[in-house]
C-alpha cells in the first residue's frame, strides 16, 4: 500500500481520532517506548535498563501527544494556502519536532543530570526527534489504516448499508466508515473534500463532487448548487430567505438553491 495513500486516508477519514481509543494506544506507545529503552540507543545504556526504558517510555508516550494532534491539525489549517498534502505534512512534523526537542532536552537534562542548555543541545536534539517523530507518526498510521480496511467490508448481516432501488448508494456507501453508512441524504463540498451527510452522520471524503455524481448517476438525487448535490428524497420542504432558496432535508440540513439549477429543482416538484 502507498505511504501517500495511507497518510491522505488518515487526514481525510480522521482514522486516528475515530479507530485509536486512548488505553490502546497509550499501551502501544508504553510497548514501543520499552523496546527502545532495551536497544538503548543514543547513549542511554549508561543508565541502566530500567531508567533507559522509563526515560524512552516518557519520551515516546509525550511525543505521540505531540505528533499525532499536529499531523491531523495542522494540514487541516494549511488548506487554505492550497499547499499539497505532503507538504502540509512534512510541515506538520517539523512543528512537533521543534516542540518536541525542548522537551526531549528537558527531560535528558534531568535523567542524565545534566546542565541544561536549549541553545547548545537543541540543533543535536532535533534531527533525532525529527526522525524517531517521523517514524512512529507514520507506524500509527498504518495500523489505524489497516484497522480501517478491516472495517470496509460488513458481514452480509450487519445491515449498515442503506438498501436502495439499485446499487449506486450501496457502492457509494462502502467509500464510508460503518458507522456512518445509511440513508444517503446529500453531498457537500468543503475545500478539496467531499462531505457526505447521511442519517447516520457526516464524513469527509477525499473525492471531487463531480466524480461523486457521476457516481450516483441512477440514484434519484440532483445537484442544486455547485457546491450541493441532494438525495430526492430527502426533501422535506423549501425555505425562502429573502433572494435565497433553501431545500430543508429530514435531518434539518439546509441546503442552497443557485439560480443555474433552480430550474432542475423545479422540474423535480422539490420547491
Known amino acids: 500500500m502507498a505511504i501517500r495513500e495511507i497518510l491522505t486516508h488518515r487526514y481525510e477519514s480522521e482514522v486516528f481520532f475515530n479507530k485509536f481509543p486512548l488505553i490502546s494506544s497509550t499501551i502501544m506507545t508504553l510497548i514501543i517506548g520499552t523496546f527502545f529503552g532495551y536497544l538503548a540507543p543514543f547513549g542511554t545504556n549508561v543508565l541502566g535498563i530500567s531508567l533507559a526504558i522509563f526515560y524512552w517510555q516518557i519520551l ?10 499536529m499531523s491531523y491539525f495542522v494540514p487541516k489549517y494549511l488548506l487554505r494556502f492550497h499547499l499539497t498534502f505532503l507538504a502540509r505534512f512534512i510541515c506538520s512534523l517539523l512543528i512537533a519536532a521543534i516542540l518536541m526537542s525542548f522537551i526531549v532536552t528537558y527531560v535528558t537534562s534531568v535523567f542524565f ?39 470496509k467490508e460488513p458481514s452480509q448481516s450487519d445491515g449498515l448499508i442503506h438498501k ?108
Open 60 to 69: 515516546c508516550f509525550i511525543g505521540t501527544l505531540i505528533f499525532l494532534p
Open 113 to 151: 543530570t545534566q546542565e541544561l542548555n536549549f541553545i547548545k543541545r537543541l540543533s543535536g536534539e532535533f534531527p533525532r526527534t525529527l526522525v524517531i517523530g517521523s517514524l512512529l507518526t507514520l507506524f500509527f498510521y498504518i495500523k489505524s489504516y489497516i484497522n480501517y480496511q478491516k472495517t
Open 164 to 271: 436502495n432501488d439499485n446499487n449506486d448508494a450501496d457502492k457509494f456507501m462502502k467509500r464510508l466508515p460503518l458507522s456512518t453508512r445509511g440513508k444517503l441524504l446529500c453531498l457537500e463540498m468543503a475545500d478539496h473534500y467531499l462531505k457526505t451527510h447521511t442519517d447516520k452522520g457526516s464524513h469527509m471524503l477525499l473525492m471531487r463532487l463531480k466524480d461523486a455524481i457521476s457516481e450516483l448517476e441512477h440514484y434519484s438525487g440532483l445537484q442544486t448548487h455547485r457546491s450541493w448535490w441532494v438525495a430526492e428524497n430527502a426533501v422535506v420542504g423549501s425555505i425562502k430567505e429573502n433572494k435565497k432558496i433553501l431545500l430543508k432535508l429530514e435531518n434539518d440540513q439546509l441546503v442552497p438553491v443557485s439560480r443555474t439549477f433552480l430550474p432542475d429543482v423545479k422540474a423535480k416538484n422539490l420547491l
